[in-house]
């Protein structure tokens, strides 16, 4: 499939119809997520509708946008005016946003053809998928096994090669380990870079939306597009962000740090093998790289707890609103006439498993007595972990090390033990905490062990701001290293 | 003996104030009472997914406002923080809030009872939030109605040091309270539409102790009526409690107005956990102090102020004063006519009376009547110059709000209701009096000198009224005398 | 860690509305993961300010400028599975609130909804 830079600049030189583009890309969806069952929602008629503004844009003469054409697919946890949002929970079964999230508004108006509500962990919570209330997500590289997540849909859809490029959310690591699991780039952006408003909230103080690309070029294309100051979002930082298109891709003297911290003995050693591979090229390309002995960033050993209490409490708040009363659907299984029954028959019947470990964790780590101990704990951590990181940005452009601790596991695998979940965080949690701007690549496939052939990702980490040097880094990493290998579903498809 | 002369009661209240801006407090719907229900409403203040709130800086203003005219303390910044509860009028499931860090701390605040003493009150703190919505239950149905309209318009939460003592100092507390924020514009204090609201915590002791009791809190008294009468039943029930050998327990209670009771709304082991933490959606606020000090010098004068002003500068009567100050709109008309006359007690008086008759009749508020300050002023200065009779002037005073074309002068012509002073005119008829009543200024210029109003009278006949007395009188005694 | 009643008292502030069976299992769930959380009790966080936000400005308040949602009733309310004549309509709320709910509320009673114009 070609790239979205690709793609936009035939559309809007009159090479490509954007109707034909868009048709394309639902017969590539009909056909293929029969396998991955990467969307929720194909909402065809509504990507016919926006390739039909494309095309009228055309006709009268306008330019239609730096995304003219592009079939993008959104997470089902961002509102589009109309269509269905159900964050992968029963809670929201049948309910349609009646607004527009941020991000919709910027693709549309960038000439965009939103295509398809992908698949998710219910309410993000989740790193592979298989939380989904409708069902799990499957890795186009090997369907048994998972496409990582919570972003899981939107990576597959993408390594599927049914659409360019998609958005995801990161809270810990949803956008980040997907791409990494399904051999594509996955970027999460500095907190605040990107607005919020119209994402289905998790953790507040830590949910960012981004990009997962075929291409690292695409995912820098779609980050100039999304982000921005958003006066309704009051935690986006005013001013503007420097284009990620434009930078310069180049590592030549770039000064990369390998915190030995990242290479934990979590770790699996052909993912290792693989990284340390990666890490060559970059040296390849001119960049100075060091693996910076352990010690450097001593509090990222606490980084799951520090995420989990902060995520989960912040949570516990931010989902009492689904409660059945103003919206979306209400459990009628038990006597509805009285108050407490309702609402605790609602969330009881209507919240998965796993959202409902969530929220009694964030509603314990607030409550009265332990609050002090767990939640206020945890964010004096959360502290000395950003503190830690802005130390190390002094004597390093950027930090590099595996995305995951291991490939994409087997369906069912680690759905048994949530700890065991939870530890698909490790390496990405500590830039969420920090908010740092942090990008997935694609470097290969493991040669032997349980993941073999399997996709491995490597991460570079930059200072808060500096999301379009980390995204030209990343492009730089893709050029050396030459297109990323395509799952067997995808295929050499054109 | 009654329970007030065995108890001191010990109270603090918690007031919840509607500030008066355009739009909601973290939404720009429109933050209005009355209209149809769920009209007012938009996806964020009913908490659809993904919305986030925006914070009205207006409300911030007032609130500042506010703290400045309590005498609080403002920190140069101050954060949000959610407090987490589930009910059908809250729709996100938590209320933004503020709890460790509010806009205004540490304030002193002055009023006086009704007999005229002094007290103070420590303000702990006041803080904005947003307001939940409306639940409406209806007759005869297993179910009730949410109308989300006040969802998430501004108050500011007043919270009172436990520094007052009777029903008396209470509700005296809050008057003043409420006409200080409305000086300061920072709320219309509407209690009919639920714009003041107030909670009390009440607890009693032994007069000769000082050892506090265990203290209650009543909820929701949305009148003056119900404050007095709450806290007047509270006290009573806790002094029953304890001498009849009971103690009080920590618990909520409930005002019924119907029977003048309080009844337990629930006790303490059903004390919430609000899990309080900072609001992740909100970043923290600059207060610059500048910004501070800039609307510090632009609060206008506040009421208790004025009042002392009037009394002592002015030297006008408590009664009066009391009553100009009471609305702010009725003190600043009061002002404004002063400017242009200079009489304090007569502009008082004028305005006390012809004016509130005339609003009263027209049922309009004073500054909407045709009857501006200048054209008042016209008035005063008319009478006091002796152009006309105070009798006149209440007859001019129902003309110029009539005909408010005319000035007081060209109405009193037309009206031929112009006093005779000058010497022309009036000298003629006392001329015409002392020729007619001869032999009454004969027993005059005898030595009864009593006579002379008898011959005033007589002139004041003669002119049908119109003569000043003040200068019929002089000019009586000059002709006489020479 | 946490006991039966501490679990019965989180689940009831977060209105689960766990059947026993599903309080026990989350109760060891939840005890097997803060036993490994417990480890940052061993941090030294003395003197650390918590950090809140990873913010890079503070923040900007908006102007008190009315901008309404169109057509707002006809577009909100019916999102609620429970609505009638322009209201959300909830189970029956017994006079006062809950133990559990706040009790900073309006109610206004006899109000007849058949009135209003809708």
Request: proline share 6%; charged share 25%.
């Amino acid at each position: 499939m070609l790239s979205a830079t690709s793609i936009a600049a035939r559309v809007r030189s009159g090479e490509f119809d954007p109707q034909d583009v868009t048709e394309e890309a639902i017969a590539r969806l009909q056909e293929r997520d029969l396998e991955v069952h990467a969307y929720l929602d194909p909402d065809i008629e509504r990507a016919r509708q926006l390739a039909d503004r494309v095309a009228e844009t055309l006709r009268r003469g306008d330019d239609p946008g730096r995304l003219a054409g592009v079939p993008i697919s959104l997470k089902d946890n961002m509102a589009v005016h109309g269509a269905t949002l159900t964050a992968g929970s029963k809670i929201l079964e049948g309910y349609r946003a009646p607004y527009d999230s941020f991000v919709a508004q910027r693709l549309i108006a960038e000439g965009a053809v939103l295509l398809g509500r992908t698949n998710l962990d219910e309410f993000a919570m989740g790193a592979s998928t298989e939380n989904s209330a409708y069902g799990p997500t499957r890795n186009p590289w090997d369907t048994d096994r998972v496409p990582g997540g919570s972003s899981g849909g939107s990576a597959a859809a993408v390594a599927a090669g049914i659409v360019p490029v998609a958005l995801g959310s990161e809270t810990g690591g949803s956008i980040r380990q997907p791409a990494a699991l399904c051999g594509i780039t996955g970027f999460k952006p500095t907190f605040g870079s990107v607005s919020r408003r119209g994402l289905v909230a998790f953790g507040s103080s830590l949910d960012v939306i981004g990009p997962l690309a075929a291409h690292a070029q695409d995912a820098a294309l779609v980050y100039d597009v999304i982000a921005g100051h958003d006066p309704a979002d009051a935690t986006t930082w005013t001013g503007t962000r420097p284009s990620a298109t434009t930078e310069k891709a180049d590592l030549e003297g770039l000064r990369i740090g390998i915190p030995e911290e990242f290479l934990d003995e979590a770790v699996d050693s052909r993912v290792l093998e693989s990284v340390s591979t990666a890490i060559k090229t970059l040296e390849e390309g001119g960049a100075i790289t060091k693996v910076i002995p352990k010690g450097a960033l001593p509090s990222m050993h606490h980084s799951i707890p520090v995420y989990y209490l902060v995520a989960c409490s912040e949570a516990s708040s931010n989902l009492a609103r689904f409660d059945g009363m103003h919206f979306g659907p209400t459990s009628e299984s038990k006597d509805t006439l009285d108050l407490l029954a309702r609402y605790c028959a609602t969330r009881a019947d209507l919240f998965g498993p796993e959202v409902r470990r969530r929220i009694a964790l964030g509603t314990f780590a607030l409550s009265a007595g332990y609050a002090d101990a767990w939640y206020k704990k945890s964010l004096s951590v959360r502290r000395l972990i950003l503190n830690e990181f802005t130390a190390l940005f002094g004597d390093y452009d950027l930090l590099a090390g595996p995305t995951s601790p291991f490939g994409a596991f087997k369906i069912g695998e680690r759905s048994q033990d949530a700890y065991s979940m939870y530890l698909c965080d490790l390496l990405t949690a500590p830039a969420c905490l920090a908010g740092l701007p942090s990008v997935s690549v694609p470097c290969g496939l493991a040669r032997k062990g349980t993941y073999k052939g399997l996709p491995v990702g490597l991460s570079l980490t930059g200072p808060a701001g500096q999301d379009h040097r980390v995204l030209a880094a990343a492009r730089a990493f893709e050029a050396i290293r030459g297109t990323p290998e395509r799952s067997p579903i995808h295929g050499d498809d054109a | 003996m009654t329970a007030d002369m065995r108890w001191r009661s010990v109270i603090g209240l918690e007031v919840h104030v509607q500030l008066s801006t355009a739009s909601k407090m973290f939404c720009r719907c429109e933050a209005r009472f009355g209209a149809p229900p769920n009209t007012l409403i938009c996806p964020v203040c009913t908490s659809q997914p993904g919305t986030l709130p925006t914070l009205n800086g207006e409300a911030l203003r007032l609130g500042v406002l506010a703290g400045l005219a309590l005498g609080c303390t403002i920190d140069p910044s101050t954060k949000f923080d959610r407090k987490n509860y589930f009910y059908p009028d809250l729709p996100k499931g938590y209320q933004i809030s503020q709890f460790d860090r509010p806009l205004c701390r540490d304030g002193h605040f002055k009023f006086s009872t009704e007999e005229g003493e002094p007290r103070e009150v420590n303000i702990v703190r006041a803080h904005l939030e947003e307001d939940s919505g409306k639940i409406i239950h209806p007759e005869g149905v297993n179910f009730s109605l949410v109308d989300l309209n006040r969802a998430g318009t501004p108050l500011l939460e007043i919270v009172s040091g436990p520094d007052l003592h009777s029903p008396d100092e209470a509700m005296a507390y809050l008057q003043e309270l409420r006409r200080t924020l409305r000086y300061a514009g920072v709320a219309d204090c509407d209690m009919e539409k639920g714009g003041f609201r107030c909670d009390a915590n009440i607890s009693i002791m032994p007069v000769d102790s000082d050892t506090l009791g265990t203290r209650t809190e009543t909820k929701n008294l949305n009148s003056f009526r119900f404050v007095a009468g709450a806290l007047q039943a509270e006290i009573e029930r806790q002094a029953a409690v304890l001498e009849s050998g009971g103690t009080v327990i920590q618990e909520t209670m409930a005002y019924d107005p119907d029977t003048g009771k309080t009844s337990v709304l629930r006790s303490k082991e059903d004390a919430h956990d609000y899990r309080y933490f900072p609001e992740p959606d909100l970043p923290e606020f600059r207060v610059d102090p500048a910004w501070v000090a800039e609307l510090s010098a632009g609060l206008p004068e506040l009421p208790r102020a004025r009042q002392t002003r009037y009394a002592v500068d002015l030297g006008l009567n408590k009664r009066d004063a009391d009553t100009l100050v009471a609305e702010k709109e009725l003190g600043d008309y009061f002002e404004a006519t002063l400017e242009l006359t200079k009489k304090p007690k007569e502009t008082a008086n004028w305005l006390l009376t012809e004016l509130l008759r005339l609003s009263n009749d027209r049922k309009l508020p004073i500054h909407e009547l045709n009857t501006t300050p200048a054209r008042l002023a016209e008035l005063v200065n008319l009478v006091a110059s002796g152009g006309v009779s105070i009798q006149a002037g209440r007859l001019l005073a129902t003309a110029m709000e009539e005909q408010p074309g005319q000035s007081a002068e060209q109405l009193a012509q037309s009206m031929d209701l112009v006093q005779l002073s000058d010497d022309g005119a009036l000298r003629q008829i006392v001329e015409q009096v002392i020729e007619s009543e001869s032999s009454v200024v004969e027993r005059y210029r005898s030595g009864n000198v009593g006579l002379l109003n008898a011959l005033l009278g007589s002139v004041m006949k003669a002119s049908r009224g119109k003569a000043n007395p003040k200068a019929a009188r002089q000019l009586l005694l000059d002709t006489l005398d020479s | 860690m946490i006991d039966t009643e501490l679990l019965e008292r989180l689940a009831g502030l977060s209105r689960l509305g766990l059947s026993e069976k599903e309080q026990a299992s989350l109760r060891k769930e939840l005890e097997s993961i803060l036993a490994h959380f417990q480890s940052i009790q061993e941090v030294d966080t003395e003197g650390v300010e918590p950090l809140t936000h990873v913010l890079m400005d503070s923040g900007e308040p908006a102007a008190d400028v009315v901008a309404p949602f169109d057509d707002a009733r006809a577009r909100l309310v019916p999102l609620s599975a429970n609505h009638r004549e322009g209201f959300f309509v909830v189970p029956r709320v017994v006079e006062g609130p809950q133990p559990g709910a706040s009790a900073d509320h309006t109610t206004v009673h006899d109000a007849d909804p058949g009135d209003e114009d809708i």
